[in-house]
Nanobody, 116 residues
Framework: QVQLVESGGGLVQAGGSLRLSCAASASIFSINYMGWYRQAPGNQRELVATISKFGTTNYADSVKGRFTITRDNAKNTVYLQMNSLKPEDTAVYYC??????????WGQGTQVTVSS
C-alpha cells in the first residue's frame, strides 16, 4: 500500500507564497507521474499541476507563471511552490500519484487559505 504524506498548507495573505510537499512511500522507479489537484467548497476537484517520470510538467492555465512543480527523486517527494497567491487559490490541495501499472493514490489533503 502506497502512502502519501502532504505538508505545507496554511493561511497566507494575497500575494504571498507557500510550498507544499508530498512524500511518497513508492519507489521512484514504479512511479508514472505525480501531481497536485485542488478542491474548493462547492467545486469539483481540478488539476493544478503534474510532473511525469521524465520531468515533463503540466499546469492549469489559472496557475501558470505563479506555481512551480518539482520533484526530488532521491526523496520520492514532489513539491508545489505557490507564489503570488490569490484568494481564488483557496482550496484543499491533494497530492496524486499514478504508478506505472496505472494504480493511483491520493493524499489526505492540505488546506490552503489565501486572505484578501
Amino acid at each position: 500500500q502506497v502512502q502519501l504524506v502532504e505538508s505545507g498548507g496554511g493561511l497566507v495573505q494575497a500575494g504571498g507564497s507557500l510550498r507544499l510537499s508530498c512524500a511518497a512511500s513508492a519507489s521512484i522507479f514504479s512511479i508514472n507521474y505525480m501531481g497536485w489537484y485542488r478542491q474548493a467548497p462547492g467545486n469539483q476537484r481540478e488539476l493544478v499541476a503534474t510532473i511525469s517520470k521524465f520531468g515533463t510538467t503540466n499546469y492549469a492555465d489559472s496557475v501558470k507563471g505563479r506555481f512551480t512543480i518539482t520533484r526530488d527523486n532521491a526523496k520520492n517527494t514532489v513539491y508545489l511552490q505557490m507564489n503570488s497567491l490569490k484568494p481564488e487559490d483557496t482550496a484543499v490541495y491533494y497530492c496524486k500519484l499514478v504508478l506505472r501499472d496505472a494504480r493511483l493514490y491520493w493524499g489526505q489533503g492540505t488546506q490552503v487559505t489565501v486572505s484578501s
